[in-house]
């Protein structure tokens, strides 16, 4: 799913320390069964510039579970949805700009705002009416 979005790059999650070895190529698949998965995982990644899978805690991994799980019970039905949450990568500024503090012409619409005060000399009342 990830790729025909269009990722490029993609972090995979997995409470399994046994499944992240495997697929990191540091433990053998010894079951046939994973060792077809692990020859799919091996094809996807070649569809993606940077792929890494982590292991995380199982207490972090509930909602994935859920899911999967989810998925797993619903084999018989023909058409599954499953919502995907784009993120995009969020930039961090380069340099960071000064606060400039002081009065300048938004400071009497602040006072305004904030306080109720629109503090005006003759000039000013004079020109707001017309």
């Known amino acids: 799913m990830a790729h025909e979005t269009g990722a490029r790059h993609l972090l995979a999650y997995s409470d399994s320390q046994l499944v992240v070895k495997q697929v990191e190529g540091a433990y053998e698949a010894k079951e046939e069964s994973m060792v077809q998965y692990l020859q799919q ?4 990644k070649t569809k993606f510039h940077y792929f890494q899978i982590i292991q995380i805690p199982r207490e972090e991994n509930t ?30 500024p380069l340099a960071v700009q000064p606060i400039v503090t002081g009065e300048d012409w938004r400071t009497p619409i602040i006072k305004w705002i904030e306080e109720g005060l629109l503090r005006v000399n003759r000039w000013e009342a004079a020109r707001l009416k017309t």
């Open 63 to 92: 909602k994935a579970d859920s899911l999967s799980k989810l998925a797993s019970s619903l084999e018989d039905c023909r058409t599954r949805h499953i919502t995907v949450h784009y993120l995009p990568k969020v930039r961090t």
């Open 41 to 44: 995982i091996a094809d996807l």
